[in-house]
């Protein structure tokens, strides 16, 4: 789906992307996340063919960018930063624009098919000037999916709507996902990527690092599992201690935070032992590190690099 | 060129404009005030018939010395008033290309418009029709409605004045092409303009020259004859071609993207 080997985008003494390479596969997630002027609008810009590359090369969707940048515009489809739309238009008025412009088979089939989707066919004759902000963006997005493009950049899709207008738009955007197209998405909101991304790249000028969120939480903290207990003795202590398996515990009053290398296979024999030394155990459960502290902890890495 | 995309932006354009009461009432509002004007004077000074003094007589050009003093009077001043005809296809367009051009930047609607499988020209064309049509065909519609009005307000001799190939020439030939140095030239502005308003002032410099030709004609130093406005014509071509090559160099997506502030 792309396929970037050093991409690299350069404005006057300005490095906005340095040497990139990224690969996104078919029916992917992959969330882009960095920080205000890291690099990721620019990067989708240089993707969907609407700004030259400095050095490298990419093919999305097979085409190569610079060489074929119109095949490359017909098979994405993109959200902008904002939604930009023709606000004393209709919203019909605004889908047909877009579908002649990608040359759509049946305009006012594809027309209606996007607004009743995302629940806009009874305002449809409306001046989009008057929609909320988060009707504005489902509109947005209902443009850029009227050609049925196999690969969708969606640049901050929920920024500046409300909690429930988000929702709505990160629900859609699930169900797309569940459609099996590929999707790039450039976010700030971290749990937002968490939820719905395959993979995350983190860039800061640079690509940082790109993995899946749990791999990314493995190979930052491990696993670690939470137990709840009505009372610590220091019997349940060195009974958990004793284990061969257990990496490392910590207690916070009566609670003992474990790591372990599978917790899966590990756990039934962690709460036997517990219960064997006179432990009540109350709860278990896994120790889920956010995707923000994932984030943060990479950013200052990149950022060290970057002094480097 | 793919001709379904131009007709997709055009029709974009002319939905969106009409739907902008300050660019239809600023349409209607030059070519009404021209006509009313026009006729206007011709009506009231054939109605006052006062003698001219010798001040007056003094700006009739040779070519109209045979005739009734007042006829030749009203032939000079329709003569310059017909340049302000000219006026329309530059400041018509200007309302329109600075809005569809500028104002998309406003709106942040341009973007998703450069992501789309449209070329720059596919583009531009679709834009410079839009912007250049209605006004051109606003400027030939008021000179046909100033004709009608002139047969029953304007006595002969004005009349056939007013109807003479120098202005038929004009109307056909010029409108178009000052339409379009205005609708390039608004194309360059917005390159370096945020606010409509402003790409629109700055366009306004063209309308110094046509406002000098008229001077020039109000006293007396030029008369016009079909010559001089090929002569104009031909002029306002090459520099439409210059402005066009200019127009098309400036607008490539990555420039606008970037640099566009």
Known sequence: MIRAEGLTKRFGDNLAVDNLTLHVERGEVFAFLGPN???KTTTVRMLAALIGLTAGRAWVNGYQLGVQNMDVRRSVGILTEAPGLYERLDAVQNLQLHAKLYEVDDVAGQVQKYLQLLGLWQRRDEPVGGFSKGMKQKLAIARALLHEPPLLFLDEPTAALDPEAARTVRDFIGEVKGAGRTIFLCTHNLDEADRLADRVGIIKQKLIQVDSPGNLRRSLYGRRVVVHLAAVTELVRTAVEALPFVQEVQQVENTLVIGLEEPEQQNPVLVE?????GGRVQFVNELRHSLEDIYFSLIQEGEQELEK | MNGAKICAI??????DALKNKMIVISMALLPILLVVMVLGTAYFMLKIDEPMDEDDMSIIPAELQDMDPMHAFLILMNDQYLFYFLLIPMMMPVYIAAYSIVGEKETKSLEPLLAT????????????????VPSVVLTWLSFVVLV??????MPEPVFLALIRPV?????????????????FSGIIISSRMNDPRAAQQVTGIFVVPIIALSLAVLAGKVFLSVSVVIMTAAVTLALDCVVLYFAVRLFQRETILTRWK
């Open chain 1, 273 to 277: 032992r517990i219960v064997a030394a």
């Open chain 2, 117 to 132: 499988p449209i070329s720059v020209w596919e583009l531009l064309v679709g834009k410079s029709i839009t912007a250049t």
């Open chain 1, 37 to 39: 002027g890291a690099g």
């Open chain 2, 167 to 183: 202005w038929i020439v004009g109307m056909a030939l010029l409108s178009p092409l000052l339409a379009l140095l205005s609708v």
């Open chain 2, 10 to 15: 055009v029709e974009k354009e002319v939905a």
């Open chain 2, 148 to 153: 009608i009005g002139g047969y029953f307000v």
